[in-house]
């Protein structure tokens, strides 16, 4: 399924955005290390979202750069959220601090955080910074609950979209074993890591809602 990315070409050092185009959605795509930044993004999707606070989905990954030592583990580079179209990227090891408006967001009891193996990642959320997530579920528990296909408990987030949303989506491993902590992400780097969230909040919001097929 053909995906392509538009750089905004925003002339600060403490943000970017980017388009996202995956199949028939155009995801915008904010990209930062500035917690004021943070806090404007969630403000926003509180604002957008407002009639349906009592019950938020959004899809949450996270990125770190693969080590090939088993005895060191890398801290966690990036964060990914998604609304809607609206995606975050923050990149928390480049961050001055954490926001207050982060830890209340992923600690409101009234929103539902996806993901595909979301206990490990934010397990290591809260090893690496102390970010804990108030309610979770995993993607593949749902999907195998969902359709009755026990096997869908080992898939992951391109078998699902397969599955749930009947969309195909390539993930190349060059990009999954890159050097997620640079400053500077690479397009391919900003693609790969929206539309994991954002497939996330797709998928949860179907099998959330129950309206699959």
Not at 56 to 77: C, H, K, M, T, Y
Not at 119 to 130: A, H, I, P, Q, T
Request: negative net charge; contains cysteine; glycine residues 6%.
């Amino acid at each position: 399924m053909a995906i392509s990315i538009s750089n905004h070409q925003v002339p600060y050092n403490t943000h970017d955005y980017f388009d996202v185009t995956f199949s028939n959605d155009t995801i915008l795509t904010l990209v930062t290390h500035t917690p004021s930044y943070v806090d404007m993004w969630i403000s926003d999707i509180e604002r957008i979202h407002r009639h349906r606070l009592h019950s938020l989905v959004v899809g949450l990954d996270i990125e770190w750069r693969p080590s090939f030592n088993r005895n060191i583990q890398n801290p966690v580079a990036t964060l990914q959220l998604c609304v809607g179209r609206r995606c975050l990227i923050f990149q928390l090891l480049h961050a001055p601090s954490i926001p207050q408006s982060l830890v209340n967001f992923l600690r409101n009891p009234n929103y539902t955080f996806t993901g595909v193996g979301i206990e490990s990642d934010v397990e290591k959320l809260v090893d690496d910074y102390n970010l804990g997530v108030e309610r979770m579920e995993d993607l593949r528990t749902l999907a195998a609950e969902a359709y009755g296909e026990w096997e869908l408990k080992n898939g992951g987030i391109k078998s699902l979209a397969e599955r749930v949303l009947g969309k195909e989506v390539n993930k190349p491993k060059w990009v999954t074993m890159s050097k997620w902590d640079q400053q500077w992400l690479k397009p391919a780097q900003v693609q790969y890591a929206c539309v994991d969230a954002f497939l996330s909040f797709e998928i949860g919001k179907v099998l959330i809602s129950g309206n699959y097929n």
